[in-house]
């Protein structure tokens, strides 16, 4: 598990990338100027590790676009000490992120082998997500809620009811929905029953599946 001046170079090229397609959020920027995302990854993948590209990981996911990431989390407007809920941690790459935020993070994966593996590996690099849970994203986490912000780094076929319910009155959700191809969508709670709804353009996420495997 090696850091280099060399990837750190990338890194800093990555950000680059990033602000030139138009993220602008200072501290988004930092957190992936200091995350080792080649570590998220296999080892095959390490020469692309700092491209701004998705990448296959374990049980036939991925890790997120770092612009896929940087957008989505812009959109949460993390401040410090939020209780955030993510749908999804697959590599622990977006959690990660959130952590370097100083968000209170929980984070659910339906996978079992890519939850034990980013278990034991987000604590080797420094992250302590509050909780990573082994379960069915589409419930949330009614024993934790209500939640500052819920980010879903999985394609929905539609908004699920509970992360609705489980989101603070002034909360918000960055959720993608749709099918082959999601538009990335913002719901901000703005009363008990009331929803303001965003949209935020196409992106292409691998499905948000029902129970776990
Ligand atoms: N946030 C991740 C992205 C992983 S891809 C990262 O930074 O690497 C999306 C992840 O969502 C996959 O790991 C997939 O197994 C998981 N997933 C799919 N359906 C789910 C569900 N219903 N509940 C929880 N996780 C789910």
Redesign the pocket.
Known sequence: MKDTFKHKGLRQQLVTVLIAKGIEDEAVLKAIGNIPRHL?MDSSFLDHAYQDKAFP?A?D????QPYT?AFQTELLQVKKGDKIL??????????AVLCELDAKVYS????QE?FKKTSKFLPKLGYRPKKLIF????KGLKEEAPFDSIIV??GAPFIPKPLLSQLKIGGRLVIPVGGDVQVMTLIIRKGVKEFEKHELGDFR????????N
Do not use: M
């Not at 379960?135 to 589409?138: E, F, Q, R, T």
């Not at 996420?205 to 776990?212: A, I, N, S, T, Y």
């Open positions: 998220f990981i049980a996911q991925t890790i997120s990431v993510e749908i999804g941690t697959g590599s622990g790459y977006q959690a659910i994966e339906r996978q890519l379960g069915d994203g589409y780094t999985a996420f691998v499905p948000l599946l029902e129970d776990k």
